[in-house]
């Protein structure tokens, strides 16, 4: 299998579809884009190419924004309601039958309710996402890459919320704060301040429970089945997409591990992984401009790596034109035109495709039905073809959503059930600053009572030699108890701001 079957092209322009469209194996790393208007077909167009690239043995990630991508598990049926639509259209596009199967399957959900948890910690996501999650500005920022730069230096490790909560608090102490200032910069109260309130609100709205171990290892969503077929693994984003900033920078933050951890192939003969991006726009919603040139760079670079990414979105306008070019291959379903903006983005999507003489691309892309959709793919040599009108396959598996006993039925017999679903809390930031701090309270507390114990007995000898004394001025011993006491003053502040700082280097 060296392709995965598309639709039937009208290559003549005739109204039927006289040529198969297909998408090459070995250039499917170059990237995509599925665009087109609410209920056009994009998502029986990400369903098909994910179980094509699963019966070429290559694993998909995709994310289920509605739910009835969940179906990819399950055949589709001849009691389906769509079934002789499908026959007709199967028929039309030149296909000998319609063969119902499922694909294998792995379902994942960040709040571990629908599928697998799936965690990172903190130290993994790092200061630039983090910064993107809370809506940080520049100095908040700043805030943040320093507490990461002094729990690496430190030995803290920041595997969750609590991890980080912790630090900051402890960076919020006035001694620590200024001895941090003259080590790695000015600390403002107010940004540290801001950072402490933004983290609160991502708790709230669950990022808690993304943060954390067991973490995710790549390597379980980059497999294949006993029968050599590539797994479909599912995101239910049902309940993430109310959360965006958190949606997109989770999936940017999984691409990132991807190109950090994955080492280059080169142009294989199919990818090692394909990676569908559903919902698009909100990976660049005010995205500021180092979060862009990351988002580029892994788009850009990711390809060597042997990763496709699709992006899927409404209209190619939602992504920026760095990324755009980078998209070889294309399948646009129908878009609206109804204002003079979205004329213009008609105009502009038919203009990125190579000109067929057969129909005007800018016009038809307004006429397209349901299930059809202008398709360029690279060829072999990795050139654009001529844009084809395209009768989009009916899918093998099923349109709509698994029901909650199917559900639970793949995800009990997954290769990683059980891996994922108990959090562990092992020894990190929190755990190692509460120690530090338990232990300065205690040591405050026994040079408290040697204070004590000396001024007491200063005291006394005070009375003894209060007869003795022949002038007003202070004698030897007198200043040599103060002096004893402001010491003990110093150790007592010297020993709280060592144990708290541990193993900071003043």
């Not at 209920?39 to 694993?59: E, I, R």
């Not at 909100?282 to 060597?304: C, G, H, M, N, T």
């Not at 979205?342 to 105009?347: A, L, N, P, S, T």
């Not at 509460?434 to 408290?448: S, V």
């Amino acid at each position: 299998m060296d392709s995965i079957f598309i639709g039937g092209a009208d290559a003549n322009g005739s109204g039927t579809p006289d040529v198969a469209q297909s998408l090459l194996l070995k250039i499917a790393n170059r990237h995509g884009l599925i665009a087109g208007a609410t209920g056009t077909g994009k998502t029986v167009t990400l369903q098909n190419l994910a179980q094509g690239f699963s019966d070429a043995g290559v694993p998909v990630f995709c994310a289920d924004v509605k739910g009835d991508l969940s179906g990819i598990c399950m055949p589709g049926s001849t009691d389906h309601k769509l079934h002789e639509k499908f026959l007709s259209r199967a028929s039309k596009i030149g296909m000998e039958s319609l063969e119902y199967d499922s694909a294998p399957t792995i379902f994942w959900d960040v709040f571990g309710e629908n599928g697998h948890p799936i965690r990172t910690t903190i130290s993994e996501m790092g200061p630039l996402l983090l910064s993107r999650l809370m809506g940080l500005t520049d100095a908040q920022e700043g805030v943040l890459n320093i507490a990461f730069e002094y729990a690496d230096d430190n030995g803290l490790l920041l595997l969750d919320l609590k991890d980080l909560r912790k630090l900051l608090v402890h960076m919020s102490d006035k001694d620590v704060r200024d001895a941090l200032s003259q080590e790695y910069g000015n600390i403002a109260s107010a940004s540290l301040g801001a950072v402490q309130r933004n983290l609160l609100v991502m708790e709230r709205e669950g990022a808690d429970l993304f943060f954390g171990e067991p973490a995710l290892e790549l390597s379980d969503m980059m497999r294949t089945a006993t029968n050599g077929r590539g797994i479909v693994n599912v995101l239910d984003a049902t309940r993430l997409i109310n959360s965006p900033k958190l949606y997109s920078t989770f999936l940017l933050w999984l691409l990132s591990e991807l190109f950090e951890q994955l080492p280059e192939v080169g142009d294989p003969d199919k990818p090692r992984l394909v990676f569908f991006f559903d919902e698009a726009h909100l990976l660049f919603d005010d995205a500021p401009s180092a979060l862009l040139q990351k988002i580029e760079q892994v788009v850009r670079l990711i390809r060597s790596k042997g990763v496709g990414v699709y992006f899927v979105t409404q209209n190619p306008r939602d992504l920026p034109e760095s990324v755009l070019a980078q998209l070889g291959n294309r399948l646009q379903h129908a878009l609206r035109a109804y204002t003079p903006a979205e004329r213009k983005g008609v105009r502009a999507a038919a203009q990125s495709f190579r000109e067929n003489e057969a129909f005007d691309t800018e016009e038809v892309i307004t006429q397209l039905g349901v299930g059809e959709a202008l398709v360029s793919t690279l060829d072999a040599k990795g050139a654009p073809g001529i844009v084809q009108w395209t009768v989009i396959r009916p899918p093998a598996s099923r349109l709509g959503p698994a029901t909650e006993a199917e559900r639970r039925k793949v995800q009990t017999s997954s290769p990683v059930a059980g891996k994922y679903e108990k959090a562990i809390d092992r020894e990190s930031a929190y755990e190692v600053l509460e120690a530090r701090e338990a232990k300065a309270a205690r040591d405050a507390e026994e040079l408290a009572k040697r204070e004590a114990k000396a001024k007491a007995e200063l005291e006394k000898k005070k009375k003894k030699s209060s007869t003795r004394r022949s002038s007003r001025r202070m004698s030897s011993l007198e200043k040599a108890g103060n002096q004893a006491a402001r010491t003990a003053s110093r150790e007592i502040v010297r020993y709280i701001l060592r144990g708290i700082m541990g193993t900071f280097k003043r």
